[in-house]
C-alpha cells in the first residue's frame, strides 16, 4: 500500500526539538512526502513514500503513520501541499472568500485560496472535503497552499535578476504537467495538461511552445518534479528542445552534507513551500 523511496537524516536532527523545526508535506496522488527544516532553513530530514493509487488517503495515511512516528511529533509550524486539479486564478481586487468558486465540482471540495505575490492575482483551489478531513484530523496545519501555485512564486524568483528573454517551466507530477511561460519576467501563461504516455508529455510541451510562438531552438525549458535523465520522457523532450535545464535547489534552503547526492528537483514543490 505504500513504500519509504527517500530518507535521509542530517546529524544535526534531533527529534527531541521537533518544536523548534517547521514541517511541510506534499500530498500527491500517488506520493507523500516531507521535509524538516529547522529555523535557520537547514534541511534535516526528507522523507517520500510512494502512494497505491487504488487505495484512498484514509488508507494509506494510517499505514504511513504506522511506521513513521515524526509525523505525529509537535512542530513549530506545519505547512500542507496539495495537488489538485481544481483551480482557477482570480484578480485580487475581485477576489471575495465568501464566493463558492467550484460550486459546480462532481465531488464536494473545501475552497482554499493562496496569493501569487508577484501578479495581483489569487488562486482559489479546491480540496475533496474527505482529503481535507483527514489530513486536518492527523496535521493542525497553520497553512494550505496549491503546490502549482507555490511552484509559480518559485519560477517568479528563479528569474529576479537573470537576463533571460523568456523562461519555460514544467513541473511533471502523476499524469499531470504544470506548465507556465513568463516573458522578461513577466507571468503570460500557466496551464495543466493530463498525460498517459511520454509522447503525450511532448506534445503537449511543444503545443505550449507553439502557441505562444516560442522557438524550442532558442527558449530553455526548466524541468521540475517526476523526471530524470534517462528517462523516456527527458529523452523525447531533448530531442526536440534544445535547451533544458532541472530546476535549481531553492536557494533559501541550507543543504548539509547527507543530501549531497540527492536530485532537489524532483522535490521542488515540497522545498518550495
Known amino acids: 500500500m505504500v513504500a519509504l523511496i527517500h530518507n535521509i537524516q542530517d546529524d544535526f536532527w534531533q527529534p527531541a526539538l521537533t518544536n523548534t523545526y517547521d514541517l511541510s508535506i506534499l500530498v500527491g496522488v500517488d506520493r507523500l512526502c516531507y521535509c524538516i527544516t529547522d529555523a535557520s532553513k537547514k ?4 522523507r517520500a513514500y510512494q502512494l ?10 494510517p499505514a504511513i503513520l504506522a511506521q513513521d512516528n515524526w509525523l505525529g511529533m509537535t512542530f513549530r ?26 460550486v459546480n465540482a462532481k465531488t464536494p471540495l473545501l475552497q482554499q485560496s493562496q496569493p501569487l505575490y508577484f501578479a495581483q492575482k489569487m488562486v482559489v483551489f479546491g480540496l475533496p472535503v474527505a482529503t481535507f478531513k483527514t489530513l486536518n484530523a492527523q496535521f493542525k496545519q497553520n497553512e494550505v497552499q496549491y503546490n502549482g501555485a507555490a511552484l509559480l512564486n518559485y519560477w517568479n524568483n528563479c528569474l529576479v535578476n537573470k537576463d533571460s528573454e523568456a523562461a519555460v517551466f514544467v513541473h511533471i507530477q502523476h499524469q499531470t504537467l504544470l506548465l507556465a511561460y513568463f516573458n522578461k519576467h513577466n507571468f503570460v501563461d500557466y496551464k495543466t495538461y493530463k498525460f498517459y504516455a511520454s509522447s503525450d508529455v511532448l506534445y503537449a510541451v511543444l503545443h505550449f511552445y507553439q502557441q505562444h510562438q516560442l522557438d524550442p531552438n532558442i527558449q530553455a525549458l526548466h524541468i521540475s518534479g517526476e523526471l530524470v535523465e534517462d528517462s523516456e520522457v527527458y529523452k523525447l523532450l531533448f530531442k526536440y528542445i534544445r535547451h533544458i535545464h ?6 533559501r534552503l541550507i543543504f548539509p552534507q547527507a543530501f549531497s547526492n540527492l536530485l532537489t528537483h524532483l ?3 515540497v522545498f518550495v513551500a
Open 43 to 46: 534541511l534535516l530530514t526528507l
Open 52 to 61: 497505491d493509487t487504488n487505495y484512498s488517503l484514509s488508507e494509506t495515511l
Open 246 to 251: 532541472f530546476l535549481p535547489a531553492n536557494e
Open 77 to 102: 509550524n506545519t505547512t500542507l501541499i496539495c495537488s489538485t486539479d481544481d483551480w482557477q486564478f482570480i484578480d485580487s481586487q475581485d477576489f471575495n472568500e465568501s464566493i463558492d468558486y467550484f
Open 267 to 269: 522535490f521542488a514543490d
